[in-house]
């Protein structure tokens, strides 16, 4: 492996996935710099949450997946949660007969290990976890239980999550919430691809944007170069 590849916490070269006949992803190339927020925006149904997906290795991937040094390219989920990178799914799933705090648990990968995030840095993180703490997950709002699986994630310890379309659905003060939630995340030195739909919340955030379409990187740059190309915006992202 190169020290470019090695410099990086996930480096994409090559990436293709398939569901069934239909060829999803096309020689996806993408890097997440260490500490950094990297965003992946795109229309609806051009490959973001199949990108995702394939990364964690719940779609067949077809190429080279470097993380922290690594090819997990084909490694299982699970063997690749183990190396520390989190996933975020869109879905929100939570354990709704459980309580916040008992869902906070679960996300704990190995109860030896000293802990750099607690329950307590969650629930101080966000308040209105905190004030429901015994409360069943299941009667959370669709904002809460996203920050939820969001803090679920970090008590993993990951050294890279994936969060995949945070704020869909959400009311504009809650998505500032998840985006400052985010924000804090990256300055605690964890590194975050987001997949997101929402240019403000993106562009306010990361540092290094890329868009997808029809399953192929079709623009990379900073925020600030992106602001510039309204064409790139006008064509690949407006609906």
Not at 51 to 77: C, R
Not at 134 to 142: C, R
Not at 224 to 236: A, C, M, N, P, T
Request: glycine share 10%; net charge neutral; proline share 5%.
């Amino acid at each position: 492996m190169s020290e470019t590849a090695a410099s990086e916490m996930l480096k994409i070269r090559g990436l293709h996935a398939y569901y069934g006949k239909s060829h999803v992803l096309r020689g996806v190339d993408m890097d997440v710099p260490k500490g950094s927020v990297t965003a992946l925006l795109g229309r609806n149904g051009v490959g973001r949450s199949t990108t995702a997906k394939a990364i964690m290795g719940e779609v067949a991937p077809k190429g080279d997946i470097w993380f922290k040094g690594k090819n997990i390219s084909g490694l299982p989920s699970h063997a690749i949660a183990q190396l520390g990178l989190g996933y975020v799914p869109e879905n929100r799933d939570v354990f709704p007969m459980m309580s916040v705090r008992d869902n906070l648990l679960l996300g704990i990968k190995d109860m030896r290990k000293a802990l750099k995030w607690t329950i307590d840095d969650m629930l101080d993180m966000f308040p209105n976890l905190k004030s429901r703490a015994d409360t069943p997950a299941g009667v959370l709002s669709g904002g809460e239980k996203q920050m939820l699986t969001i803090c679920r994630t970090l008590m993993g310890d990951p050294d890279l999550i994936i969060i995949d379309e945070p704020t869909e659905g959400l009311a504009p003060k809650i998505v500032t919430q998840v985006g400052q939630l985010i924000t804090e995340i990256a300055k605690a030195g964890v590194s975050i691809l987001l997949v997101e739909q929402k240019l403000s919340i993106a562009l306010k955030i990361a540092q290094h944007v890329y868009v997808m379409g029809h399953g192929e990187i079709v623009y990379h740059g900073s925020p600030e170069e992106f602001r510039k190309r309204d064409d790139i915006r006008r064509e690949w992202l407006e609906v």
